[in-house]
């Protein structure tokens, strides 16, 4: 069986949605299998130096990373092809709200991005994930990551988003440790696993349904 999944993307501007996406989400786990070995310097600098070249870009409206996997093992141990796609969205609010609707369409989970340390970032959070409660389905899985820059200065006026406390955080997510780039893609392969697993279930339950109704 094939599936194409669609994983949102979103948050405030310059929160590192891009980053996340292009290099941790966009990855299976043997791209970054370098990381668990603490010898290889060389190959964990280069990608530090990648991540720090992406910089502020601003997305707008929307950039779509896709992934394919052939052999994704669901918790039924069914074995599966996806194609993830993740739709990297405009961290402007204010110009994406009347484009939300159909960015949400098809959508079955939805990745929140923040940076803690930055002034309004925990304010505009709430507001994203506001607007996105009604829009997507109400079993879509949610996940936050509080994304760490290197070196940042944190903001004493930083205020926290009071959603932290509605769905699954990944602590200490900081792009350039080695156990949390692994934490933060583990975490998002598992968030993975669950909207697939419930995918694949809906989908078997249709066939079976045309199935029964041709037997007729």
Known sequence: MSLTTKILLVGPQNAGKTVLAKYIF????????????????KEFESFKLDLGSEGDVSTYPVRIHERNIGDFQLTSGAVVTVNIQ????????????DKLEVVCNGA????????????????????WFRE??????????KILYPYKMPDQKQSNRAVQ???????????????????????????FTQMLRKVVDRQHTRREKQERSLMGANNY
């Open 26 to 41: 966009s990855r299976e786990s043997e791209d970054l299998s370098f990381l668990e070995n603490t010898i290889d310097e």
């Open 86 to 97: 993740i739709w990297d969205v405009s961290g402007d609010l204010e110009r994406m709200r």
């Open 108 to 127: 079955l989970g939805a990745v929140f991005v923040y940076n803690p340390g930055r002034q309004g970032h925990g304010e505009l959070l709430d507001l």
């Open 132 to 141: 996105l409660e009604n829009l997507l389905p109400s079993s879509a899985e």
């Open 161 to 187: 988003p009071k959603l932290t406390g509605r769905i699954r955080t990944v602590e200490d997510c900081n792009a350039y440790e080695r156990e949390s780039i692994l934490r933060m893609h583990t975490e």
